[in-house]
């Protein structure tokens, strides 16, 4: 009962700062949401690594296929799954992962969703000198943010999650 009362509500609320938008007034929450937003820091990166494995991958199968087109076989397949590969370079290029920190929680973008841990959830962050490693409490799992694979600014991250660690007494680990 109560997720769906919080889906009508926010359902009615856009509707509301729909039409506010059009009249030209601020929307509904205008001032709470500013402040969440001042709250927050969002560090981006650049996926390269991924985008190029798969441009490669591309060129690979266009080169056979052109050697294969001579044979006349299967050439409509071939051009279907370069254009393919080439649209999903694109599309992971331009997608930029990023890390989202306010004032409790973290969240980033894993496998196609958005994912957020609760600063209870954290057992320690670990700042080093190229990366930085958030750990889950008694789990083995970690997100792992990386200046040489995804092109973040781990110093300025790692400036914000120490003011965030200290603010939710989370242990930070400098390497």
């Given at each position: 009962?109560?997720?769906?009362?919080?889906?009508?509500?926010?359902?009615?609320?856009?509707q509301?700062?729909?039409q506010?938008?059009?009249?030209?007034?601020?929307?509904i929450?205008?001032?709470?949401?500013?402040?969440?937003?001042k709250n927050?820091?969002i560090f981006k990166?650049?996926n390269?690594?991924f985008?190029?494995?798969?441009?490669?991958?591309?060129?690979?199968?266009?080169?056979?296929?052109s050697?294969?087109?001579?044979?006349?076989?299967?050439?409509l397949?071939?051009?279907?799954?370069?254009?393919l590969?080439?649209?999903?370079?694109?599309l992971?290029?331009?997608?930029?992962?990023?890390?989202?920190?306010?004032?409790?929680?973290v969240s980033?973008?894993?496998?196609?969703r958005?994912?957020?841990?609760?600063?209870?959830?954290?057992?320690?962050?670990?700042?080093?000198?190229?990366?930085?490693v958030?750990?889950?409490?008694?789990?083995?799992?970690?997100?792992i943010?990386?200046?040489?694979?995804?092109?973040y600014?781990?110093?300025?991250?790692?400036?914000?999650?120490?003011e965030?660690?200290?603010?939710?007494?989370?242990?930070?680990?400098?390497?």
């Open positions: 009962m109560a997720r769906s009362w919080e889906r009508m509500v926010q359902r009615n609320t856009q509301v700062n729909k506010r938008k059009k009249q030209g007034k601020d929307s929450y205008a001032s709470s949401s500013k402040s969440a937003a927050s820091d990166g650049r390269i690594a985008p190029v494995v798969l441009m490669l991958l591309g060129i690979m199968f266009w080169v056979v296929g050697i294969d087109e001579a044979r006349g076989s299967g050439i397949a071939n051009w279907l799954g370069v254009v590969y080439f649209a999903l370079a694109a992971l290029f331009f997608r930029r992962p990023y890390l989202k920190v306010e004032r409790n929680r980033t973008i894993k496998y196609n958005e994912r957020w841990l609760q600063a209870g959830d954290i057992e320690k962050i670990t700042l080093s000198r190229g990366v930085v958030l750990k889950y409490k008694g789990k083995r799992k970690q997100w943010f990386s200046k040489l694979i995804n092109r600014n781990t110093e300025a991250m790692g400036v914000r999650l120490e965030f660690g200290k603010a939710n007494n989370i242990e930070v680990v400098h390497e």
